[in-house]
């Protein structure tokens, strides 16, 4: 089946590709562009398990499989015209299915046809200074990116893996002068990308400010995340469900020098607590709220134009039982994290990269084990990926 898709696929974008190209020649407007990447690694601990059932890895998104692993093939399809446009970011492999892990709803949680679905959008530029957009696009929160080819480490921040990945809704975007830009949204639960199930809505906003030496971006969204409790019969004793959820996001980045690059992310995360079904009525659930912040710098420079090196530090911190497994808790649900993470980028012709990278996780509380499958709050790992961008 999957062939079979892949074909129509080629085909159509083959046929459209041929269409349009007849309709260029004639009146030069629209163009259709194809884009994508392919990416593969080796991963290994150093000081911990690398098979079996004790693998030990950071519960950071994407990068954690051992030996020689699989990323993803990425194909992204645009269509740009004068005024309306649509793109179409397709996704395969282990990186793309963790990548849009809320998409197969339809399927029960079965990868269906919306498994390799990134992004699906379409947009209209009503003038120079607005642009409504409308579908499913990647986050705006954060300073990475799911494709590989748009971060300088391949492993990922914790702050970006349990941040948002994608939104589908409405937005428009502002133009508000050379360097100021403003976009508003309204949007489906934070990576509910097929449809809404729960009939909540989350609200985005984002400033922008950029200049020619780098921009800087402060990101919001607000809203319900898992809906309301409902007593139709169907609920279960003990089964709980948050409050809204308000994250506030900071990520700049600008040019020290000609070849030194510094970048910065900050996030705060809080939900409210919510309700709980007590077995025989809904009761509001009393307390305070629970989440995670962090802290992020992204140091980066240029040796020569084939080779660059990066160190990223990252402090993350999850309170109130905010988030489970991903880092050490102590009996208040409060832990944190420290990680250390310094990539190569070595430049092999004009479309592949080469990121050795060494990373060290030191947590506040024990969390991981050691070769002798005792627990410890150090993890140190090794990483070689080939990324292909066309």
Request: with cysteine; charged share 15%.
């Given at each position: 089946?999957?062939?079979?898709?892949?074909?129509?696929?080629?085909?159509?974008?083959?046929?459209?590709?041929?269409?349009l190209?007849?309709?260029?020649?004639?009146?030069?407007?629209?163009?259709l562009?194809?884009?994508?990447s392919?990416?593969?690694?080796?991963?290994?601990?150093l000081?911990?398990?690398?098979?079996?059932e004790?693998?030990?890895?950071?519960?950071?998104?994407?990068?954690?499989l051992?030996?020689?692993?699989?990323?993803?093939?990425?194909?992204?399809?645009?269509?740009?015209?004068?005024?309306?446009?649509?793109?179409?970011?397709?996704v395969?492999?282990?990186?793309?299915?963790?990548?849009?892990?809320?998409?197969?709803?339809?399927?029960?949680?079965?990868?269906?046809?919306?498994?390799?679905?990134?992004?699906?959008?379409v947009y209209?530029?009503?003038?120079?200074k607005?642009?409504?957009?409308?579908g499913?696009?990647?986050?705006?929160?954060?300073?990475e990116?799911?494709?590989?080819?748009?971060?300088?480490?391949?492993?990922?921040?914790?702050?970006?893996?349990?941040?948002?990945?994608?939104?589908?809704?409405?937005?428009?975007?502002?133009?508000?002068?050379?360097?100021?830009?403003?976009?508003t949204?309204?949007?489906n639960?934070?990576?509910?990308?097929?449809?809404?199930?729960?009939?909540?809505?989350?609200?985005?906003?984002?400033?922008?400010?950029?200049?020619?030496?780098?921009?800087?971006?402060l990101?919001?969204?607000?809203?319900?995340?898992?809906?309301?409790?409902?007593?139709?019969?169907?609920?279960?004793?003990?089964?709980?469900?948050?409050?809204?959820t308000?994250?506030?996001?900071?990520?700049?980045?600008?040019?020290?020098?000609?070849?030194?690059?510094?970048?910065?992310?900050?996030t705060?995360n809080?939900?409210?607590?919510?309700?709980?079904?007590?077995?025989?009525d809904?009761?509001?659930i009393?307390?305070?709220g629970?989440?995670?912040?962090?802290?992020?710098?992204?140091l980066?420079?240029?040796?020569?134009?084939?080779?660059?090196?990066?160190?990223?530090?990252?402090?993350?911190?999850?309170?109130?039982?905010?988030?489970?497994?991903?880092?050490?808790i102590?009996?208040?649900?409060?832990?944190?994290?420290?990680?250390?993470?310094l990539?190569?980028?070595?430049?092999?012709?004009?479309?592949?990269t080469?990121?050795?990278?060494?990373?060290?996780?030191?947590?506040?509380?024990?969390?991981?084990?050691?070769?002798?499958?005792?627990?410890?709050?150090?993890?140190?790992?090794v990483?070689?990926?080939?990324?292909?961008?066309f």
């Open positions: 089946m999957k062939n079979i898709f892949l074909l129509i696929l080629c085909v159509a974008i083959s046929s459209t590709h041929v269409v190209s007849q309709e260029a020649s004639e009146s030069d407007p629209p163009t562009m194809l884009s994508g392919v990416d593969a690694y080796f991963r290994s601990n000081n911990a398990p690398n098979k079996g004790n693998i030990m890895a950071p519960a950071s998104s994407f990068g954690n051992p030996g020689f692993s699989l990323g993803m093939a990425n194909i992204i399809a645009t269509y740009e015209g004068e005024k309306i446009g649509a793109v179409v970011d397709l395969f492999g282990p990186r793309g299915e963790d990548a849009v892990f809320g998409s197969p709803l339809y399927g029960g949680g079965v990868a269906g046809s919306s498994q390799i679905l990134n992004q699906l959008y209209w530029n009503v003038s120079d607005v642009t409504f957009t409308m499913n696009f990647n986050t705006f929160l954060g300073y990116v799911i494709s590989p080819t748009g971060n300088f480490n391949y492993s990922t921040s914790y702050m970006f893996s349990y941040g948002p990945f994608s939104h589908t809704g409405l937005k428009v975007d502002f133009a508000l002068s050379d360097k100021f830009s403003l976009m949204s309204v949007m639960p934070t990576d509910m990308t097929e449809f809404n199930l729960n009939g909540t809505y989350t609200l985005g906003a984002q400033l922008g400010y950029s200049t020619d030496a780098g921009s800087t971006y990101n919001l969204v607000y809203g319900d995340q898992d809906g309301k409790l409902v007593n139709d019969g169907s609920l279960i004793d003990g089964q709980s469900s948050g409050g809204n308000f994250q506030i996001d900071l990520t700049t980045g600008f040019n020290l020098t000609e070849a030194l690059y510094l970048g910065v992310n900050t705060y809080s939900t409210a607590s919510g309700e709980l079904f007590s077995g025989s809904i009761q509001e009393g307390g305070d629970y989440g995670f912040y962090g802290f992020a710098g992204y980066q420079t240029t040796t020569s134009e084939k080779f660059g090196l990066g160190l990223r530090g990252e402090y993350f911190n999850v309170f109130n039982t905010g988030l489970e497994g991903v880092v050490g102590d009996d208040s649900g409060d832990g944190s994290v420290f990680a250390v993470t990539s190569g980028n070595a430049k092999v012709g004009k479309n592949l080469l990121i050795p990278e060494l990373r060290l996780d030191t947590m506040k509380n024990e969390f991981f084990m050691n070769k002798d499958l005792a627990a410890t709050k150090n993890l140190s790992s990483l070689l990926a080939a990324v292909f961008a």
